[in-house]
C-alpha cells in the first residue's frame, strides 16, 4: 500500500474562532483504536463540544465525538472517550503554565491526518464575551459591504 502525504482535514471547529480569542496553536498526535481510526477515514467525527486539559503531566482530550465504526464488531470503541494527545514536554508543560496562570483554555480547531498519522490543532484560547462576538461579526460586514462598494466602482458602476 502507498504511503499518504499530505494533509486531509477530516472536522474543523468552527464555532471555536467565533467563541474564543485565539492566542497560540499547537500540533498534537493522538493515541487511537483501531475502529476510531476507521471511523476517521470515513471522514466522521466532531470537535464541537471538544476540549483540552493537562493532567499529571500528559495531555488529554476530551469530548471529541468520533461515531462508531459502521462494520465494527463488539471491539468498537466508545464514541466520546478520552483520547491522550502526544506532545512534547516542553510544549505540555507550557500549555499547563499558561492555563492555570491566566485562565485560558485548550481547544481543539482542526482534526486531520498528515502523511497518513491522526493529528490535532489544539490552540490556547481565552472567551469572548458577548460584546466582542457582535462587534466582530460587525466589523465582517462592514469589511464585505466595503469590497462590494469598491467592487462596483471598479466595474463603473
Do not use: C
Not at 468520533?66 to 478520552?82: A, F, L, V
Amino acid at each position: 500500500m502507498a504511503k499518504e502525504t499530505g494533509r486531509k482535514v477530516i472536522a474543523q471547529n468552527k464555532k471555536a474562532r467565533h467563541d474564543y480569542h485565539i492566542e497560540d496553536t499547537f500540533e498534537a498526535g493522538l493515541v487511537l483504536t483501531g475502529t476510531e481510526v476507521k471511523s476517521l477515514r470515513a471522514g466522521r467525527a466532531s470537535l464541537v463540544d471538544g476540549f483540552g486539559e493537562i493532567d499529571n503531566g500528559e495531555a488529554w482530550l476530551l469530548q471529541v465525538h468520533i461515531p462508531h465504526y459502521d462494520n465494527g464488531t463488539w471491539t468498537n470503541h466508545e464514541t466520546r472517550r478520552k483520547r491522550k494527545m502526544l506532545l512534547h514536554r516542553s510544549e505540555i508543560e507550557k500549555i499547563d503554565q499558561r492555563t492555570q496562570a491566566k485562565g485560558l483554555t485548550l481547544v481543539p480547531l482542526s482534526l486531520y491526518f498528515k502523511d497518513g498519522r491522526a493529528k490535532v490543532e489544539i490552540a490556547l484560547a481565552r472567551g469572548k464575551k458577548e460584546f466582542d462576538k457582535r462587534h466582530a461579526i460587525a466589523e465582517r460586514q462592514a469589511k464585505r459591504e466595503v469590497e462590494r462598494e469598491m467592487g462596483r466602482r471598479f466595474k463603473g458602476m
